[in-house]
């Protein structure tokens, strides 16, 4: 008789033991990041390997808002008041985004033979759901642009974190919180309720990547208020990042031979551009004096809001100053790409 089909349950079991043997043999080798890598590795193995791996879909939306939370518990009144000292770096991440949407949509169309609106979805430096999903109700390849924004995801959390390392001598073992048990209960509670009233009253109103932007948005008021003194806990922080892992690994799930060939190998091509851009940017930023060389290099990453938060906690950069630089980003993008899109690629009337 033939095989039962998986279900989703047994899939979702498949992929935690998997990440969970991941977590355990990096930490057993000493390797940074473990419970981030260990899972992605092990996950990004499994699905090469044809594996049934799965999401955990809303779960690991829940999961991420632990970071918001983080974020708006780093947004204090002496952060807030430093906000107008940023106004010079963030004045470059439009004339950032202008240049990767010059070179990345040439590049994917005319070098790879992506359609149009792939190709400029495929570029833009912004949220891997929302590009994939603006893409898509665009007329886009969904599979296209998954893959290649996984891609880029994936190889910037896996280098950025040797390039902290071994260019800039950050060991990457900054305290990302203290454990639950010192955090005084009332304010767990709170932290607790600022992320899921900000998940999902930020979902309600449509608001872009709710998941971490409510929470941080209803856990700054907190903060600001005096009402919350400390970031998530340190278990928190951790599951957040195995979520993070499991879903970057799981976005290769059924990928071909064919794919691997052609899309992923245009998103690695595009991570080296977008790494030269990055360094560039970043650099000007150092030299001009408006950021330190862990910060600039951070906050021009173009990496995802979550994967950033994690590496700009353990390297004890500041954490306001790099979210800001890639909330801006993101916002720019999320909000100025589709415009851009029906502006630019507006079907033309046959001439007489």
Sequence with gaps: MPDRPRTATSRRIETALTAAIGVALFTLLGLPLPFLFGP?????????AQRPMQGFGQVSKGFRTILGVAVGASLTPDVVAALPSMAA????????ILVIGLIGVPYFHRVHGFDRVTAWYAAMPGGLQ?????????GGDPRALSLIHATRVMIIVTVAPMILTFGFGSAL????GAPAAEIPLHELALMAAAALIGWKGGERIGLFGASILGPMIVTAVLSLSGFIHARPPAEAILAAQFFIGVGIGVGYVGITLGELRRVVLAGVLFVLILAVLAAIFSEIVVLLGLAPPVEGFLAFAPGGQ????VLAIVAGADLGFVIVHHLTRVFLVITGAPLAARFLMKPRKDRP
């Design 40 to 48: 992605l590795a092990a996950c990004l193995l499994a699905a090469l």
């Design 89 to 96: 770096s963030l004045a470059f991440i439009p004339l950032y």
């Design 130 to 138: 929302d590009m994939i999903i603006f893409g898509t109700e665009a």
């Design 173 to 176: 073992t900054n305290d990302i």
């Design 306 to 309: 979550a994967e950033m938060t």
